[in-house]
């Protein structure tokens, strides 16, 4: 089993940047697949960015591509989420999630575990 917190939400003004962070338990951290979703208030959570195992392997939602770079240290159990030139739109909460596919997973249904969420709010 993997417990994940995520840390690094606040307010920024838009423009600004944040690096958020998802430290995971567990001594198997680098054989899940980890990914960064967002649920805004009244939509549904909707993905943003993924990473493969070795952390060769990257994907983004087309709304953050460019400005969003996700990253792993598997020797920290830990994934993040840079995120540059910020809007008021991403404004949300952010949960990271781990999986076990081993293919691009961008659906809620490949992850198996989630954190708590991290709010993030941009200001105009």
């Known amino acids: 089993q993997v417990q994940l917190v995520e840390s690094g939400g606040g307010l920024v003004q838009a423009g600004g940047s944040l690096r958020l962070s998802c430290a995971a338990s567990?001594?198997?951290?680098?054989?899940?697949?980890m990914g960064w979703f967002r649920q805004a208030p009244g939509k549904e959570r909707e993905f943003v960015a993924t990473?493969?195992?070795?952390?060769?392997?990257?994907y983004y939602a087309d709304s953050v591509k460019g400005r969003f770079t996700i990253s792993r240290d598997n020797a920290k159990n830990t994934v993040y989420l840079l995120m540059n030139s910020l809007k008021p739109e991403d404004t949300a909460v952010y949960y990271c999630?781990?999986?076990?596919?081993?293919?691009?997973?961008?659906?809620?249904?490949?992850?198996?575990?989630w954190g708590q969420g991290t709010q993030v709010t941009v200001s105009s």
């Open positions: 567990g001594r198997t951290f680098s054989s899940y697949t």
């Open positions: 990473i493969n195992r070795s952390g060769g392997t990257v």
């Open positions: 999630a781990a999986g076990t596919s081993l293919l691009i997973a961008t659906s809620e249904s490949s992850y198996r575990y």
